[in-house]
């Protein structure tokens, strides 16, 4: 199975600055056939289901903020959230949907300096 | 506007059964795999199961395999889990979503707790 491992477990920005989030799998996510990572973002802010950001690594859901961008490919990705708002406030968490079991990561806590 | 609703979680005893479904609207629901995630309280998400969307397919996290059961009823846009042999480390917050990972739509969940 594909573990997937985040950096770090919590973070806090002060507003406006940069936030990033580093995600380490253990397999390549890299797909020869389509080239294409199959690694998604997610953010979960309290008492609410989580939201897709990202999806293959880089493309940003419909109604994404633009500021929210993720880079990387093969084991490595980052997500860069570039000037924190307020409202960004949450858990940020890594999945690896190449192949089953779709592991997420633990999970990054995000929060205001 | 999809829509996802879970219903079925509730208070059962360890080694309980529960069945959970999840009625769907808004997107054609017969040509996407479906998901079941969970949330423990307090901690991060976990894949649980899904299942392709002919339902010739699914697979399993290795702590419920043999336990739970994923299903689906297109004609009804409606999918289940049934789940047998419940643990207290099975009580969670049990969240449909579509896709077989890079998840875009969430239910809301429904709790599943496993207490005597």
């Known amino acids: 199975d594909i573990v997937m491992t985040q950096s770090p477990d919590s973070l806090a920005v002060s507003l406006g600055e940069r936030a990033t989030i580093n995600c380490k799998s253990s397999?390549?996510?890299?797909?020869?056939?389509?080239?294409?990572?199959?690694l998604a973002w997610y953010q979960q802010k309290t008492g609410q289901p989580p939201r897709l950001l990202i999806y293959?690594?880089?493309t940003r859901e419909s109604g994404v903020p633009d500021r929210f961008s993720g880079s990387g490919s093969g084991t490595d990705f980052t997500l860069t959230i570039s000037g924190l708002q307020a409202e960004d406030v949450a858990v940020y968490y890594c999945q690896q949907h190449y192949n089953a079991p779709p592991a997420f990561g633990q999970g990054t806590r995000v929060g205001i300096e | 506007e999809v829509q996802l609703v879970e219903s079925g979680g509730g208070l059962v005893q360890p080694g309980g059964s529960l069945r959970l479904s999840c009625a769907a609207s808004g997107f054609t629901f017969s040509s996407y795999w479906m998901s079941w995630v969970r949330q423990a309280p307090g901690k991060g998400l976990e894949w649980v199961a899904n299942?392709?969307?002919?339902?010739?397919?699914?697979y399993y996290v290795d702590s419920v395999r043999g336990r739970f059961t994923i299903s689906r009823d297109n004609a009804k846009n409606s999918l289940y889990l049934q789940m047998n042999g419940l643990r207290a480390e099975d009580m969670a917050m049990y969240y449909c979503?579509?896709?077989?990972?890079?998840?875009?739509?969430w239910g809301q969940g429904t709790l599943v707790t496993v207490s005597s």
């Open positions: 299942i392709k969307q002919d339902g010739s397919d699914k």
């Open positions: 979503a579509t896709g077989f990972g890079s998840h875009g739509h």
């Open positions: 397999q390549s996510l890299l797909s020869s056939s389509d080239n294409k990572n199959y």
């Open positions: 293959w690594a880089s």
